[in-house]
């Protein structure tokens, strides 16, 4: 499985960008897709989760209400809407699969995206 991020770039605080993790391949139902983030001197953070058979959502509570994840199982693809964007949501960006349902753990996701920059200047 290969994932390919795109979608990342610079703008203003208060302003939106949406985020798109294509994936190869078929994708289970029984597969979760997730996205991280990884600021600069920081630990990488869980940021959302999609259940790809159900759809089901999960998002860390630092962007609930602000930010969207969503999938179209046809192009085998997923998106992350990221409106009210503050300068803390500054940091590398990368999506996830987990064979097994991972929700947070990212230990536990098998295949990595190489990771879009997302920049929110104040």
């Known amino acids: 499985v290969q994932l390919q991020a795109s979608g990342g770039g610079l703008v203003q605080a208060g302003g939106s960008l949406r985020l798109s993790c294509a994936a190869s391949?078929?994708?289970?139902?029984?597969?979760?897709m997730g996205w991280f983030r990884q600021a600069p001197g920081k630990e990488r953070e869980w940021v959302s989760t999609i259940r790809w058979g159900t759809g089901g959502t999960y998002y860390a509570d630092s962007v609930k209400g602000r930010f969207t994840i969503s999938r179209d199982s046809a192009k085998n693809t997923m998106y992350l809407q990221m409106n009210s964007l503050k300068p803390e949501d500054t940091a590398l960006y990368y999506c996830?699969?987990?064979?097994?349902?991972?929700?947070?753990?990212?230990?536990?996701?098998?295949?990595w995206g190489q990771g879009t920059l997302v920049t929110v200047s104040s």
């Open positions: 391949g078929r994708t289970k139902s029984s597969t979760t």
């Open positions: 996830a699969q987990s064979l097994r349902g991972t929700l947070y753990t990212w230990g536990s996701y098998d295949y």
